[in-house]
């Protein structure tokens, strides 16, 4: 799980940690920069083939890192996010995420406070088209790939056409496909690239649907960051009448599954550690560090990361506060005080963890930045009082 090399690096080291509280989060500029230009080099230099979920990047910092490498489309999965991106200079965004009720009148009240945005939503049925009446929002159809979380099977061409032309009867902008085929991540390369091609062949039998109905596609969106590899190999995306976007996010900071699921060749920096403290030596063979679940997120499973230079260390599963980690018989444990870095398994719920992040450049703190759109919005925004009392930005 390890990235070849990187326990080695020395450009993660961080001077003046002593005074730091932890666990920490710290977020590495340089290395986010280096991310970034590789997904861009991978397109060929195309910005504009990159819809990045920024569910992962969370900060404002990193948003305005992406736009200023002209990356111009974004997807995100919660109001919260959509204001961030907005707020932060961004031009495009989908709303990824099936919005309903109160959820779907405060995104269109965004659209609405920043008329300057192109925002899209998903939609899977005809109730949810007809939410969006009389608004500026445009609609991306949710294609469910196989992995059965949300959207409209994609066995069911003609409900997808039918859907399609509800948008369009309504009035709304019917802006493309949305196709996450993310229930491929935990398998073997070759295997992966198969299973999502026979999807993707698929896919295009819907596009052909609706463009022999009389619907054009303007855009196929596809690929998180473990399938953007059996995306940017299929052949059949090119040359097509509609614009094909891939929608990695984890990918700009990387974390140890990723990481190990892309190839090699590509040189991926992880951008995003945890600092934590050793705060025990329970018994032999055995430490505690200060970072447990409430700092890396356990949702990927034990271990929940890898810990940086220290292979003889194996995180064991986690209490809220408490990281436990056997050492490897015969080797020399950590003292009690001395800072670990940990590399989470996945980055986006432990990124999510934190309110702020330390910004690491030249081995040296060089900020302090918020974690800007971290979690949700106040379930209660409907006074202007409490509107501006949910968001310091």
């Known amino acids: ?21 932890t666990p920490a989060l710290l977020v590495y500029p340089d290395a986010i920069a280096s991310n970034i230009a590789t997904v861009l080099n991978l397109l060929g230099g195309d910005a504009g083939r990159w819809r990045v979920h920024i569910k992962t990047a969370k900060l404002a910092y990193t948003l305005r890192m992406l736009i200023e490498s002209r990356v111009g489309h974004f997807k995100c999965a919660t ?7 907005c707020e932060n200079g961004a031009k495009d965004v989908l709303l990824a995420y099936p919005m309903v009720g109160a959820n779907a009148r405060r ?29 500026r929002i445009g609609i991306f159809l949710d294609i469910n790939p196989g992995m059965n979380r949300t959207g409209i099977e994609q066995s069911q061409a003609h409900g997808i056409v039918a859907l399609a032309q509800t948008a369009q009867a309504a009035g709304l902008g019917f802006r493309g496909l949305h196709y996450y085929d993310g229930q491929f991540a935990g398998v073997e390369e070759r295997e992966r690239t198969a299973a999502a ?5 698929q896919l295009l039998r819907i596009v052909e649907e609706l463009e022999g109905s009389g619907v054009q ?24 009448a ?13 974390d140890a599954t990723s990481l190990a699921q892309l190839p090699h060749e590509w040189n991926l920096r992880p951008a995003a550690l945890v600092a934590a403290r050793v705060v025990s030596r329970p018994c032999a063979g055995k430490i505690t560090c200060d970072a447990g679940h409430k700092a890396v ?8 990361c890898v810990v940086v230079g220290h292979p003889e260390l194996t995180p064991l599963a986690p209490s809220e506060e408490h990281l436990p980690m056997a050492v490897q018989q015969g080797a020399a444990a950590p003292q009690v005080g001395e800072i670990l870095y940990l590399l989470p398994r996945h ?11 330390l910004l690491i450049r030249n081995n040296a703190i060089e900020k302090v930045g918020k974690v800007t759109a971290r979690g949700h919005e106040a379930p209660w925004l409907r006074t202007p009082e409490a509107k501006d009392a949910s968001h310091t930005g």
């Open 107 to 135: 995104a269109r009240e965004i659209s609405e406070q920043f008329p300057q945005v192109r925002v899209s939503i998903l939609c899977e049925n005809k109730e949810q088209v007809r939410q969006w009446s009389g608004s």
């Open 242 to 254: 509609f614009v094909h976007r891939v929608s990695p996010g984890t990918i700009v900071y990387g």
């Open 79 to 85: 109001t919260l996010e959509l204001l961030t991106a």
């Open 297 to 304: 997120s356990a949702d990927a499973g034990v271990p929940t």
């Open 217 to 240: 596609v303007p855009e196929v969106i596809t690929a998180g960051t473990p399938t953007l590899p059996c995306s940017l190999a299929y052949a059949n995306f090119r040359g097509r």
């Open 197 to 201: 091609h026979r999807g993707y062949d």
């Open 347 to 357: 980055v986006c719920p432990t990124v999510n963890n934190f309110d702020e992040a």
């Open 1 to 21: 799980m390890m990235v070849s090399g990187f326990a080695a690096d020395e450009r993660y080291q961080v001077n003046g940690l002593e005074e730091v509280l």
